[in-house]
Nanobody
């Protein structure tokens, strides 16, 4: 089992910045991918960004050049630095951790943190 604890959400004005953090604990396999998804009201959950334990990251097109994902493997923590925030970035952001064991994928999710972009 892996537990994920998120922090850093809140209310910010358009054009502002926020930094989300997600700390993993429990049965952590060293080879894994951590990432952020988001879900706005009435919409499906979508990938924002993810980064593997080797540091390779990929982003959704709508956040490229605005968001940066990073991780600290020693702390089992992933960060999402969000800049130039827009009202359409308003959503619940969920941390995700996954790994593969004998070709089977194991996914774990955080409880979610609300990000609201509004003036």
């Amino acid at each position: 089992q892996v537990q994920l604890v998120e922090s850093g959400g809140g209310l910010v004005q358009p054009g502002g910045s926020l930094r989300l953090s997600c700390a993993a604990s429990g049965s952590i396999f060293s080879i894994n991918t951590m990432g952020w998804y988001r879900q706005a009201p009435g919409k499906e959950r979508e990938l924002v960004a993810r980064i593997n334990s080797g540091g390779s990251a990929n982003y959704a097109d709508y956040v490229k050049d605005r968001f940066t994902i990073s991780r600290d493997n020693a702390k089992n923590t992933v960060y999402l630095q969000m800049s130039s925030l827009k009202p359409e970035d308003t959503a619940v952001y969920y941390c995700n951790w996954y790994t593969y064991i004998v070709s089977r994928r194991y996914d774990y999710w955080g409880q979610g943190t609300q990000v609201t972009v509004s003036s």
